[in-house]
């Protein structure tokens, strides 16, 4: 069964950083891609940044430049990847939820998610 857990989320001041982690495993084709997707009380989730098991990575419009996701590291059966969030601003407040995708099936599994919190 595939499990993704993601964690690092907090409260920090504007200007600050902080890292989110996902760890993800239970996939015996592995994970074509792995990204974070955030939603702010009464908005629709949407993607912050992904990363693909080639070595592609994307980002919206509104990180780039401040965040960063690292690619997809594999140690046995557990894929990790991490997003560094520079230069935080109060309108980065949001859950960030991990997605991963399973290789071959493309089903997608999401972690419980992480609060950010940017106070200005």
């Known amino acids: 069964q595939v499990q993704v857990v993601d964690s690092g989320g907090g409260l920090v001041q504007a200007g600050g950083s902080l890292r989110l982690s996902c760890e993800a495993s239970?996939?015996?084709?592995?994970?074509?891609?792995m990204g974070w997707y955030r939603q702010a009380p009464g908005k629709q989730r949407e993607l912050v940044a992904v990363a693909m098991a080639g070595g592609n990575r994307d980002y919206a419009d509104a990180v780039k430049g401040r965040f960063t996701i690292s690619t997809i590291s594999r140690d046995g059966a557990k894929n990790t990847v991490y997003l560094q969030m520079n230069s935080l601003k109060p309108e980065d407040t949001a859950v960030y939820y991990c997605?991963?995708?399973?290789?071959?099936?493309?089903?997608?599994?999401w972690g419980q998610g992480s609060q950010v919190t940017v106070s200005s």
């Open positions: 239970g996939s015996v084709f592995g994970f074509n891609a």
């Open positions: 997605k991963a995708v399973q290789g071959l099936t493309d089903r997608e599994s």
